[in-house]
């Protein structure tokens, strides 16, 4: 099984309206552990923040959970990750900044970070806590609880934009870019 590559089968997700309230939030004033050392505090970033969530990171070396194809939207954090390294130079020429997000540590996140070569920093929210503090959605599988992919554009620490269900996982990254070269 290939981890860069999507099924052409996958379960679509469906807008069930678990997202709807967080257009026009304030991001919350915390920190997170970044790959790239130390901690990164998003609403106190002065530029655009793209903020992509994603559940977990599959590793060459670990088995994905038991029926994670079947679990919609779950699939593709890699190729995710691998479309936002791609289009990382025209996102920075808009004055944007690129963070993805899991529930994994720091430490897992490190090891997909040098693979994949991405030359943005991974967040570890290990603890939950933008589940807790803006009500993000979740799923469990193989008792992991685990965020729904979902992406933020963030202004002067307030949510601008929020991108969800996000399906195919590999678009996610031209859709945001399109979106920010029509606001331009």
């Not at 996958?10 to 552990?33: I, R, S």
Request: charged share 20%; aromatic share 10%; with cysteine.
């Amino acid at each position: 099984m290939s981890l860069t590559e999507l099924p052409s089968d996958l379960p679509v997700p469906q807008d069930n309206g678990e997202a709807d309230h967080l257009n026009g939030m304030h991001f919350p004033n915390e920190a997170f552990k970044t790959t790239s050392g130390g901690t990164q505090n998003l609403s106190q970033v002065q530029a655009t923040v793209v903020l992509y969530i994603y559940p977990m990171t599959g590793r060459p070396d670990i088995d994905l959970p038991d029926n994670w194809d079947a679990i919609p939207g779950a699939r593709g954090c890699t190729p995710q990750s691998c479309s936002f390294r791609d289009h990382y130079a025209e996102l920075q020429s808009l004055n944007a900044q690129v963070y993805g997000l899991s529930a994994q540590d720091t430490d897992y996140q490190l090891e997909a970070s040098e693979r994949l070569h991405l030359p943005f920093p991974l967040l570890s929210d290990n603890k939950l806590k933008l589940k807790t503090l803006l009500n993000i959605p979740t799923f469990t599988v193989d008792a992991m609880e685990l965020y729904q992919r979902i992406t933020f554009i963030i202004q002067d620490g307030m949510i601008k934009k929020v991108f969800f269900p996000v399906f195919p996982a590999d678009k996610n990254a031209k859709n945001v870019l399109s979106w920010l070269q029509a606001q331009s």
